[in-house]
């Protein structure tokens, strides 16, 4: 039976047909046996930068470390905006130099992460994660060549337009923080977009494949 995949969770859920990424974040939480993402949050940058990134660097090429972040830029937040910049081009040149997938966290920083990652020459495969905005924005992040993952967000019914024009092959699914089911993220996409549930799970498994280069999830 082919899983259902989780790219992005800050808790493991006891769901055995779901393959789960286990976001750990850099100085902030022990790093993990299973597979995970690690990376510096733009909410939890140490005084001592030069530290926590040489930590990052220590886990990051660790067969069980699949990607880069989360890392990226937020405007709601009160870390220096210099220091959230230089926190994530740093992020960026390492998953370069490792050649692993990039996970964005971006609040109200789009123009800025896309010019960050132009002016970086990320070469890597980029997906912005907990994407919740409109069709024109998606847009506008997939025919720059990157992914979306989609979570929670979509059960509010505001994403509908997105989810029947997406390209399938540019997109993934995600609980981040929260407790709900990814099968149930999974569902209604399937519902909005009318394509049945194995049709979405072969599509987000070769999605993984291709960006992740990890077989081991079915």
Not at 113 to 129: C, W
Not at 141 to 167: H, P
Request: glycine share 4%.
């Amino acid at each position: 039976m082919l899983s259902y995949i989780d790219i992005h969770t800050h808790q493991l859920q006891e769901n055995p047909d779901t393959f789960q990424l286990l976001n750990c974040i850099i100085g902030k939480e022990d790093f993990p046996a299973q597979p995970c993402s690690v990376g510096i949050h733009p909410w939890y940058v140490n005084d001592d930068i030069e530290a926590q990134f040489e930590l990052l660097k220590s886990q990051a090429s660790k067969e069980n470390v699949l990607a880069i972040g989360e890392c990226g830029l937020d405007k709601i937040i009160e870390t220096d905006w210099n220091l959230q910049t230089e926190i994530f081009e740093k992020q960026i040149q390492l998953a370069k130099e490792l050649q692993k997938p990039l996970i964005i966290h971006c609040v109200h920083a789009y123009q800025e992460i896309f010019a960050i990652l132009k002016d970086q020459k990320a070469t890597v495969p980029i997906i912005f994660h907990g994407f919740n905005k409109k069709a024109e924005l998606g847009n506008s992040i997939l025919n720059q060549g990157y992914y979306v993952s989609l979570g929670t967000s979509i059960l509010k019914r505001n994403q509908d337009d997105f989810i029947k024009s997406v390209e399938l092959n540019k997109i993934f699914f995600e609980t981040d923080n929260k407790s709900t089911n990814v099968v149930d993220i999974y569902s209604y996409f399937c519902s909005v977009r009318k394509i049945s549930m194995s049709d979405l799970q072969e599509q987000i498994v070769r999605n993984f494949q291709n960006v992740f280069r990890y077989n081991n999830i079915e």
